[in-house]
DNA sequence: CTATGTGCAAATGCTTTGCATAGGA
DNA sequence: TCCTATGCAAAGCATTTGCACATAG
């Protein structure tokens, strides 16, 4: 999405086009996959835009989420971190977490498709949305654990 | 687990068994499933223990989650909420979130199993464990939705 | 007796809010 | 011009921490 699909957008919606909003939005999308939190977005706003508040980014996160051009995710680190939500994009979207590093990799697949028909039959639940998280190890961290475990040997 | 258990498992590790543990993990015992946050479990346990401080509490819930007798989730409202572990299980645990209520349903099953294997695979991830919800309506207000859109006709 | 555990209150850290001013449309 | 958006600082709120005292072993 480009910054003048932004302000179509945002006008459509009924909201004003601001130079905080468009900064913003840039530095999330020109940062794709980082999931960057709060704060670091603020900072790179800064950058950009001096006289930006902290409350501006929040509102304005806050706002583009609810838009549905950004989405928020809760690593459980104590900062709730965002990422450009892609086009075509449903719910085929979730999260491989280092153990070890903390390293956040986006898995691009719709894992659980027919999971969701169990459920719904068994649990009489219907499901609308699903979040995996898969903690474990990734690959550079792996190769570093077992290179450890071989040298204590 | 019984508090005798308790008992033995603390002093194994060489913690002390006091009332405060005892009466924190009576109270998320007895509450299986309910997903109890902080203050909650706080507030239950002054009810038979009227001197325990907030400050206990948390320290007594991160250390019965480190010793993997209790475990946290985060629902994103705001609280961690803990519940026992239950001998048996070990990943096969999960949620389902009914987005118009917010009742959590617990769904006992290990969902991925041959999932995990493809992701080890594709993206050089080793999987230790995964967490999943599921976002979407509970019997009752599936029941409440329906009910409401044939009255709109 | 000694080290760990506890209660209290203060501190922390992310996020939200109130309010007067700035600035889109 | 009018109403939304912003910046600033203060407030909120769950959780953590420092410290003196209490207590399990």
Redesign the pocket.
Known sequence: MTVKELNQLL?EKG???????QYVFEVVTENQGKHL???EIFELVRNR?P??????V???L?LLEAMGLIYGVDFED???RYDIVKDDEEHRHHHLICLECGAIKEVEEDLLGTIEENIMKKNKFKVINHRVKFYGYCEKCLAKIERDQRSLT
Do not use: D
């Not at 909201?15 to 909003?21: A, G, M, N, P």
């Not at 006289?51 to 501006?56: K, L, P, Q, S």
């Open positions: 006008k909201y004003k086009f601001t130079s905080q909003r939190n709060s704060q835009f006289e930006i508040g902290v409350a501006t929040y509102r304005t806050s104590g900062f709730r």
